[in-house]
C-alpha cells in the first residue's frame, strides 16, 4: 500500500513527535496476549451480535509514576475476525465489509494521554481503518499493578478501554444493509488487557 503524505498525515506526525518526547519517560511493557482481548458488539435486526479480533500485535509504553506519559500502539489482523458462525465471517471479511485483502491491518497510535479522574483516563490517537484515518479519544480505567501470581519476579498491570465508533465513517459496508434493517450503524468495542514486566 503506498501513503500519500497529506496536511493531515503531517499532523499526525507532528503530534506523535511531540508526544514522543513526553513518552520516553515511560517503560516498554509486554501485552499479555493470552489475556488481552479485542471485542466488538453490533446490533442486527433485533439481536445483538458479538465477535472478537483474534490476531494482533502491540507496543505499550507504561509509566506507572506519570501515566499521562503512557503509550499504545495496536495492529490489529482484521481477517482475525471472529463471531463464531463461519459464513457471516466470510461475508464480513468480504468487500461488502473490511475487505481484509485489500486492507488487511486495522490500527491505533496513540498520540497522547490525560487523566480524568480517579483511575479513569482518556488515550487521543489515531484510528485507521480500510481507507480512513480519524483522530479519537477512547476511555480507559486502569486497575492497578500487582504481582504476576502465575510467573515470580514478574509484575502484571490491567486495564479496560470501552468505546464506540460508527462503522458507516470508516466504510465498513455500504450502507445498504443498514438501509435493510439488517446491520446497524454503531459498533461498540471493548478491549481488555494485562501487560507484563519485570520487577
Do not use: C
Amino acid at each position: 500500500m503506498k501513503w500519500k503524505i497529506t496536511g493531515f498525515a503531517l499532523l499526525i506526525l507532528m503530534l506523535a513527535g511531540a508526544s514522543l518526547a513526553h513518552a520516553e519517560a515511560a517503560q516498554e511493557w509486554k501485552i499479555d496476549k493470552a489475556h488481552t482481548n479485542i471485542y466488538f458488539d453490533v446490533k442486527h435486526t433485533f439481536a445483538t451480535v458479538r465477535g472478537q479480533f483474534g490476531n494482533f500485535t502491540g507496543t505499550l509504553r507504561f509509566n506507572p509514576e506519570d501515566k499521562e506519559a503512557s503509550g499504545l500502539d495496536m495492529r490489529v489482523h482484521a481477517a482475525s475476525i471472529n463471531t463464531n458462525i463461519t459464513k457471516r465471517d466470510n461475508h464480513l471479511r468480504s468487500d461488502d465489509f473490511f475487505a481484509v485483502e485489500k486492507y488487511p491491518y486495522i490500527t491505533f497510535n496513540s498520540t497522547g494521554v490525560r487523566h480524568v479522574k480517579d483511575d479513569s483516563y482518556v488515550i487521543t490517537g489515531i484510528l485507521s481503518l480500510k481507507d480512513v484515518t480519524k483522530r479519537i479519544e477512547v476511555p480507559v480505567t486502569f486497575f492497578g499493578i500487582q504481582g504476576n501470581p502465575m510467573e515470580e519476579g514478574q509484575k502484571v498491570a490491567g486495564f479496560e478501554a470501552e468505546f464506540t465508533i460508527d462503522r458507516m465513517e470508516y466504510n465498513v459496508g455500504t450502507g445498504q444493509f443498514l438501509e435493510m434493517g439488517v446491520v446497524g450503524r454503531n459498533v461498540h468495542i471493548i478491549v481488555t488487557m494485562e501487560a507484563l514486566t519485570d520487577k
